[in-house]
């Protein structure tokens, strides 16, 4: 079976352009996380998922991060206007519905902002 | 809210000496234990968690880890590492009340000598 899935790979991207980041969970999965991980850095929670509802975007670094799931499958991770601090891998993983299941991560989008 | 604190970057140790890797956490609520391991080009993966009962829990590869409610830690250990555990560790914690915001540490860094 297909794993969770990140697209795309890389990106690299100027200063104040836009990026959207999608990720692809595991099948029949309806919890979904957007983590952030920053060299020498620990993961950073940004955002997750329920179904397609969010109950805590306490992690969203800036009112320049949205995020977005649509069909109880595929989200996305919008930065507007990037800053070269954005710079780092953005790592999705998904979970069954239920408190404490283990998470499965994707390989994760590695962002670069010039 | 909650925090991890993972008290070591960088763990250097030789093949068949025993290691642990400390995990030390805060929190206002009862939480659910984790770690992740994401070995050198692979993504995270749980290695073992902790959420009731026996208060040690071992993974399939040798390694354990024992839950300490008074210290409010979780330190990971193994008797003898070998080459293939050279990756980096994660801690992080999960409330088991409410929603599903998973906590991380900045990681500890595993590496196996000959």
């Known amino acids: 079976g297909a794993g969770v899935s990140q697209s795309p790979s890389n990106k690299v991207t100027e200063k104040g352009k836009d990026v959207e980041l999608r990720c692809d969970p595991i099948?029949?999965?309806?919890?979904l996380y957007w983590y952030r991980q920053s060299l020498g850095q620990g993961l950073e929670f940004l955002i997750y998922?329920?179904?397609?509802?969010?109950?805590?975007k306490s992690g969203l670094p800036s009112d320049r991060f949205s995020a977005e799931r649509t069909g109880g499958s595929v989200s996305t991770l919008t930065i507007q206007r990037t800053q070269q601090e954005d710079s780092a891998v953005y790592l999705c993983?998904?979970?069954?519905?239920?408190?404490?299941?283990?998470?499965?991560f994707g390989p994760g989008t590695r962002l670069l902002v010039l | 809210a909650q925090s991890v604190t993972q008290l070591d970057s960088q763990v250097p140790v030789f093949e068949e000496a025993p290691v642990e890797l400390r995990c030390n956490y805060s929190s206002s609520v009862s939480v659910y234990l984790f770690w992740y391991v994401q070995y050198p080009n692979q993504g995270l993966q749980l290695l073992l968690k902790y959420l009731s009962g026996s208060t040690l829990v071992e993974s399939i590869n040798g390694f354990e880890a024992e839950f300490n409610k008074s210290q409010t830690s979780f330190h990971l250990r193994k008797p003898s590492v070998h080459i293939s555990d050279t990756a980096e560790y994660f801690c992080a914690v999960s409330p088991n009340t409410g929603g599903f915001k998973t906590i991380f540490g900045a990681g500890t860094r595993l590496f196996v000598k000959a």
């Open positions: 099948s029949g999965h309806t919890a």
């Open positions: 993983a998904s979970s069954l519905n239920r408190r404490a299941e283990t998470q499965y």
């Open positions: 998922f329920q179904g397609n509802s969010a109950p805590d």
